[in-house]
């Protein structure tokens, strides 16, 4: 079995709806982060938590949440989803004593209509 | 500050044909760097990783990375493609593990890579 797994793979909404993408891991990292991906731009930040009672903003987090359920599991919710976040989103974990060593899922890809 | 520029968006090369895929970065502080590959509809796999010990990094596939501080280059290389080589591959920059910093994994742009048979 997959260390991080995301459901769904694929999701197609409309404007306006909210979305839940989750991300399970069973690595037994602390730490867990959210990416969106848009081609040409690489990956970019939109949450990271620390562990079940520390969560961040990244780069990118207007018009999105999270909610880091339990040391596996750490969700993303768009809570009126918009045409501009049609992408790919990758859940990735990391080891606290190697941070920038990270996992990622195999993403989560996302139409907004 | 720091930031990275993969300066080729696509490359393309033969099957059995040497591969570069070039990293340029900059950064306040001793960066680590990275190299990851995606296949596709795949996520994101790390390939290499330097973090200030060997400037030359071997990773996984035969892949290896330069860390040149005077160019402020980290290019990936191969000398032999292979048809399962074709993917996309991003570069990136982080704080140095030592610091104690959060994440701040700065990602490349992607490159895609090609190989021809």
């Known amino acids: 079995d997959a260390d991080v797994t995301q459901t769904p793979r694929n999701r197609i909404t409309k404007t306006g709806k909210r979305i839940m993408l989750e991300c399970s891991q069973t690595?037994?990292?602390?730490?867990m982060y959210w990416y969106r991906q848009d081609p040409g731009l690489g990956l970019q930040l939109i949450y990271y938590?620390?562990?079940?009672?520390?969560?961040n903003k990244g780069e990118i987090s207007d018009g999105y949440s999270v909610s880091r359920q339990a040391q596996a599991k750490f969700s993303l919710s768009l809570e009126s989803a918009i045409p501009n976040q049609t992408a790919l989103y990758f859940c990735?974990?990391?080891?606290?004593?190697?941070?920038?060593?990270?996992?990622f899922g195999p993403g989560t890809r996302l139409t907004v209509l | 500050a720091q930031s990275v520029t993969q300066l080729d968006s696509h490359v393309s090369v033969s099957e059995g044909t040497p591969v570069l895929l070039r990293c340029n970065y900059s950064?306040?502080?001793?960066?680590?760097l990275f190299w990851y590959v995606q296949h596709p509809n795949k996520g994101l796999q790390l390939l290499l990783k330097?973090?200030?010990?060997?400037?030359l990094v071997k990773g996984i596939n035969g892949f290896e990375a330069e860390f040149k501080k005077s160019e402020t280059s980290f290019h990936l290389t191969k000398p032999s493609a292979h048809m399962s080589d074709a993917a996309e591959y991003f570069c990136?920059?982080?704080?140095?593990?030592?610091?104690?910093?959060?994440?701040?994994?700065?990602f490349g742009s992607g490159t895609q890579l090609t190989v021809l048979p």
């Open positions: 330097y973090t200030s010990a060997a400037t």
């Open positions: 938590s620390f562990d079940v009672k520390d969560i």
């Open positions: 950064s306040s502080y001793s960066p680590s």
């Open positions: 990136v920059v982080s704080r140095s593990e030592s610091s104690g910093s959060a994440r701040q994994l700065t």
């Open positions: 990735a974990t990391s080891d606290p004593g190697q941070p920038n060593e990270q996992f």
């Open positions: 690595k037994g990292h602390d730490r």
